[in-house]
């Protein structure tokens, strides 16, 4: 991996700095993984810097954000079937999980974050219940949030399940660059009481939290009234409905204190007056348009309407257990498809702005301009004709040529 240097000046053919204004043979200036200036590089021939990069080709762009994934669910790519019963995939995953040696897991980790840079994410929100994932993060120079999952539908072991939790936060590592948070599971899996304590920790602690939110009908089916294909899951595996909630997925959430400025993952199936709710809490979306293809859900998503209320909304792959990639230009090319209408600066926003604030990582990231970080990918793209370069971006495929991360270069494919 490259060292980071103190200044650096980078020029190129093309620098797309936001999703409204892009700069031919225009130059960034960084220091201390920060920029501060961008402009003409005619205007910018002066300034003298440690390191420079002239790239003759290409253009750059900031670096795309994952605002959902489960790294380490990564060793059951292309290995879990498509279950018409979203209960028999969660079985199956908990089958597998079982059966994986450790190495296994942590092998495919590791190659999956690789993947996440290659493919031009430089910033992501992992959930995991292990240990493990942190570390590996750490080395690769990505930005990310690493939430901490828990769950337990039954409220006899929500003592333990949030003692562990605990320690899993307590001992993870944290630095510039990685955050930590929190994540209960989703209102079908976790009890109120274990519920209560998490919430409770997260604002003693004062961590991000992350909820899987309306992901299935069957999830409200089973919140409001206990019944349905969680309720014969739950009972299969020997936990009986002791303490249905008796509300909405939302209500769940908001009653527990989950909902203020989290970030709900899916949100594909709101009930009335949802949106309304999260807009009141400060809650953002993470929409992952390919894990609804993967499992062949007709979800007539509320992106729009979300985007309309002034809601935070990134894109997330979810997992390579309900996913063919870790790609969220393939995200946005889905979004693109299901929403034709949608204009190209709002479907870009969802890759970089979006995605960051929907995080509560609203420092500037996913732009490139003065006093944001330097976090920024080299495609290799030379737009011509009356092309776009959003829309060349989000239609590109492949590994990037470049990325870096606050300032440092993480990735090189040169
Ligand atoms: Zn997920």
């Known amino acids: 991996m490259a060292q980071s240097h103190k200044t650096l000046k980078v020029s190129a053919p093309l620098v797309v700095a936001t999703n409204r204004q892009w700069l031919e043979n225009a130059t960034i200036i960084v220091k201390n993984g920060i920029i501060t200036d961008i402009g003409p590089t005619r205007n910018l021939s002066n300034v003298k810097a440690d390191k420079v990069i002239k790239l003759k080709e290409g253009l750059i762009?900031?670096?795309?954000?994952?605002?959902?994934c489960h790294l380490e669910l990564s060793f059951l790519a292309g290995k879990l079937k498509r279950r018409t019963l979203f209960t028999d995939w969660i079985e199956d995953l908990i089958a597998a999980r079982l059966k994986?040696?450790?190495?296994?897991?942590?092998?495919?980790?590791?190659?999956?974050?690789?993947?996440?840079?290659?493919?031009?994410?430089?910033c992501v929100g992992d959930v995991t219940s292990s240990f493990d994932v942190t570390p590996v993060l750490v080395k690769t120079g990505?930005?990310?949030?690493?939430?901490?999952e828990t769950l337990g539908y039954d409220p006899?072991?929500?003592?333990?399940?949030?003692?562990?939790?605990?320690?899993?936060v307590s001992s993870a590592t944290c630095t510039d660059l990685i955050r930590l948070g929190v994540s209960p599971h989703a209102a079908y899996s976790v009890s109120g009481a274990l519920l209560k304590k998490t919430t409770e920790y997260a604002k003693t602690k004062r961590l991000p939290l992350t909820v899987h939110l309306c992901e299935t009908e069957d999830e409200t089916t089973f919140s409001k009234f206990g019944k349905g294909p969680f309720s014969l899951l739950h009972n299969r595996r020997g936990v009986f409905n002791v303490s249905v909630h008796g509300k909405t997925?939302?209500?769940?959430?908001?009653?527990?204190?989950?909902?203020?400025?989290?970030?709900?993952?899916?949100?594909?199936?709101?009930?009335?007056?949802?949106?309304?709710?999260?807009?009141?809490?400060?809650?953002?979306?993470?929409?992952?348009?390919?894990?609804?293809?993967?499992?062949?859900?007709?979800?007539?998503h509320a992106l729009p309407k979300l985007l309309k209320n002034g809601i935070a909304v990134g894109l997330g792959t979810d997992s390579l257990a309900s996913n063919t990639d870790l790609d969220i230009r393939a995200e946005a090319r889905q979004v693109m498809k299901l929403f034709p209408d949608m204009p190209l600066e709002t479907v870009y926003k969802l890759m970089t702005t979006g995605g960051a604030k929907a995080m509560g990582v609203?420092?500037?990231l996913g732009e490139l301009k003065p006093s944001s970080?330097?976090?920024?990918?080299?495609?290799?793209?030379?737009?011509?004709?009356?092309?776009?370069?959003?829309?060349?971006?989000?239609?590109?495929?492949?590994?990037?040529?470049r990325s870096w991360v606050a300032g440092k270069e993480i990735f090189n494919n040169n």
């Open 100 to 122: 994986a040696t450790k190495i296994t897991v942590s092998t495919a980790t590791a190659k999956a974050a690789r993947r996440l840079i290659e493919m031009g994410v430089t």
């Open 61 to 68: 762009s900031a670096g795309l954000v994952n605002a959902h």
């Open 362 to 364: 609203d420092n500037g």
């Open 249 to 300: 997925p939302a209500r769940v959430m908001a009653d527990g204190n989950a909902l203020e400025n989290a970030l709900c993952v899916h949100f594909n199936y709101p009930s009335r007056g949802d949106i309304a709710l999260l807009k009141k809490k400060g809650a953002s979306v993470v929409f992952c348009p390919n894990s609804n293809k993967w499992f062949k859900r007709k979800v007539n």
């Open 373 to 401: 970080p330097f976090d920024a990918i080299h495609l290799n793209i030379n737009v011509s004709g009356k092309k776009s370069p959003l829309h060349a971006i989000i239609d590109s495929r492949g590994p990037v040529l």
């Open 156 to 168: 006899g072991i929500a003592n333990e399940q949030h003692n562990n939790l605990i320690s899993r």
């Open 142 to 148: 990505l930005r990310a949030t690493v939430y901490h």
